[in-house]
């Protein structure tokens, strides 16, 4: 960043950090256009009469588009926290989309038969139980926290798919304090952007989403190594 102070500097990076985030998520919004346009046709149709080829196309894109160009913001997000050099935004973006594009097209195959398995469930058991359809929101809830963990993982370490998904859990129900803030911060910017500030999801949604959930998860991720450093130290002087 060029060396402005003052109110100057203010207005630079304010600028800059605005540019980020719209660029970024224009991308994306633009590579997920076909899904958000299936899913706008089907709530805009109450989910009536030809529910089931309006959900085939997304069972197809889903994987081949949303998980891994998700997985790219939160990649870019990732080194803007970091101070990762970035010499183009829109470079760099696809870089990071094609980069273990064929893992993460796997990862979005798995991620959605689970959501697969959970509308289903929903479906069937909120009809017979208002209580079972309590339990199954809870579910829902703890799958959508599981999901933005899964891809802050999978931006930052560098595991195997079965490692991303069985650590994916253990921190969602590992640390309550986390799961709560990024559901909160995501429950927040989703609603005021569909009931407020529509232009938030073609400008500002998915990468002020993704930095607020990996910010969360990188601070927790710097107290596990520090407390595992602290207890390597403390073995080694025992």
Known sequence: MRDFTGFTGILYAAAEWIMRFSVVNIL????????????????????????VWYLMPVLIFIPLLSVPSTIA??????????????????????????KGYRKNLLAGVILQSFWAVWLIDY?????????LEIVFIVIGIGLFVYTINFFSLTSHYRMSIRGR???????TVGNPLMSGFILICNLSLFYVGMTELLFLFPFFICSLSAYLSFLAFYRFSLKVQTKAQLDKTGNLLQ
């Open 28 to 51: 994306w919004f633009l590579l997920n256009l076909p899904v958000l346009l299936i899913v706008s046709s089907l709530y805009l149709n109450g989910f009536e009469a030809g529910f």
């Open 73 to 98: 913001v939160f990649s870019m997000v990732r080194g803007w926290i970091m101070h990762a050099h970035q010499p183009s935004l829109i470079k760099s973006y696809f870089s990071y989309l094609k």
């Open 123 to 131: 479906y069937f058991f909120q009809a017979q139980n208002a209580l």
């Open 165 to 171: 998904l069985k650590n994916a859990f253990f921190i």
